[in-house]
């Protein structure tokens, strides 16, 4: 059997460590697929069906997809339930030596899809782990684009299935004692269009289940989790923060807090009886119009949507808490001023919950800061709204509040108005706050003069009258002098070549900086200190915001009327949102590429677009919209 090429070869190494996953390999500008990724990518999507030469005596499929609209394509699969592994270039083609080396930096799953413009915004994406042992069900539940993270225990298939339709997740992972439950796994695909998958033993192990969740939120015990009792809750949840570390392949820095619930605490709905009272969805259609979510749903952001779709597919039972949430929303009623002031400052808030999770994951762009900042500057509005309401919850929401504004200032001084939505285009960081960003950009811009410059004072300070200098690819920039004028040459000059006609020199101390000064040579490295000054590193957020939302629902002529949703952060949640290496590549004038030059100094480290927030916090949103009546 002939032997594979040593592309194939890297390609068939990062293939058996993803067996269960369609592997987009990236080859320059596109992604490829080989073998029977090729043949199931090109039916799902509907693309051409190739070969290549891979060292054997036939022709390897392949098919691919350019990796600038990968985005599409990989939506599209991950819809249908198939697990995607993307595998980059993680060097410089340019300075690679043989092969060009290649990771896997993120799986791509149903229920891990961070691609906003594939999700429904008024839906929650989530993820389910299900561990079943002897009669008991273990089951946790998270959207890591919100940062929520559940975990429960149940008995019986009946009560999981409520479970499974209440929350209506997009992928299942269990271990193999769910297949043999007495759930109708064929069921959960095909109706519910829910993708299942079993993961390997190694996931449910009691002690390494214990220490993932230990170690992730930084505990000594999980009696403090509210998870003392909860032993195949425990599994489910440290398998499922397990499965989301190998699919993301960096900290979930967005989950803050594991929030224990039981099922006995809202009203018990079977999923005969939800689809009967057509609560999210019509009984026929499977629409949100003509369902009672669609009669209520007035909200202005997408939290509140997806906070009133919550509270509606789980009714509260305790008398307390409902009258609590009767008395606030009450008030706001009969507030219409308020209430309309508070729907207008509402209009502007953006979804919060996963624009922060796109900064923990390093996704955002610089519009994202944009949205993230207009959205913050409606705090001190809402605040002093509810600063005039006398009802017990929403005076706990007012004090609690914090304005942030030295967040929302940070990102004003720092983010032009309008910057592009590629990193890599530049102009993202105002002029005036970084002094090594303006001085990168006065180079790009001003390089040719400062060179005219130089070129008039060295005819001067020689006397050679056309000496000039010019640039090439060997020897960067140098000082020409035709031979007729070598003998005025000054010492300081050093000979790099002669032509015919010509020589070729450069100036010592000169020429490597009049005066300090360095410049670059392509306007793709004028930007590139914006872009390091601009990135985000989630390994270095100790904490991400854990909104805590709080529906007001409010009856109103015998049907709901009003909705008001908040959110607040529990004390002691830091911020750190901090680049702490500039590197920044130079090419000095001489012609010789300058190493990539590092700051490191604790004292002198580039704040980015959210620096460290050392004050503890609450912060409080409101982010559901009251009801006109």
Partial sequence: MAELTPMMKQYMETKSQYQDCILFYRLGDFYEMFFEDALTASRELEITLTGKNCGQEERAPMCGVPYHAVEGYLNRLVA????????????DPKQAKGLVKREVIRIVTPGTNLDTNAMDETKH???????????????????????DYLVTEVDGCRKLLDEITKFAPTEIICNDSFFVSGVDVEDLKNRLGIAVNALENWYFGDERCKKTLLDHFHVSSLVGLGLGELNCGIIAAGALLQYLMETQKTAIANLTSLNTYFAGKYMVIDSSTRRNLELCETLREKQKRGSLLWVLDKTKTAMGARLLR??????????????????????????????????????????????????????????????????????????????????????EVCEQMDELQDVCDLIDRAIMEEPPIQIKDGGIIKEGYNEEIDRLRAAKTEGKTWL???????RENTGIKNLKIKYNKVFGYYLEVTNSFKDMVPDYYTRKQTLTNVRAVSQRGHIHGVHGKRFLIHDVNGNMAQIEVFKLYGADIPGVWDFYLILVALAVRSRLRAVAGFRGDRLGKNILLVEQHLKIILYLVNGELALMERRQNGQQHIGIVLDLVQSKMVLVIVVGLLIGV
Avoid: W
């Avoid at 249908?80 to 060097?91: D, L, P, R, S, T």
């Avoid at 009669?135 to 998270?142: E, K």
């Avoid at 008398?319 to 207008?344: P, Q, T």
């Fill in 80 to 91: 249908k339930g198939y697990k995607v592994a993307i595998c980059e270039q993680v060097e």
């Fill in 310 to 395: 919550s509270f509606i597919e789980q009714p509260l039972i305790d008398k307390e808490e409902i009258s609590n949430r009767l008395e606030a929303v009450g008030e706001l009623k009969d507030n219409a001023i308020c209430r309309e002031e508070l729907r207008e400052y509402l209009s502007p808030v953006y979804d919060l919950e996963r624009l922060i999770s796109k900064i923990s994951y390093k996704t955002a762009n610089p519009r994202d800061l944009i949205a993230f900042g207009t959205s913050l500057s409606m705090l001190p509005h809402i605040k002093y709204i509810l600063s005039t309401m006398k009802s017990p919850l929403l005076v």
């Fill in 452 to 458: 005219a410059q130089l070129e008039a004072k060295e």
């Fill in 125 to 147: 994406n989530y993820l389910m782990a299900i561990v079943c042992m002897a009669d008991r069900f273990g089951v946790s539940i998270a959207d890591i684009s919100t940062g």
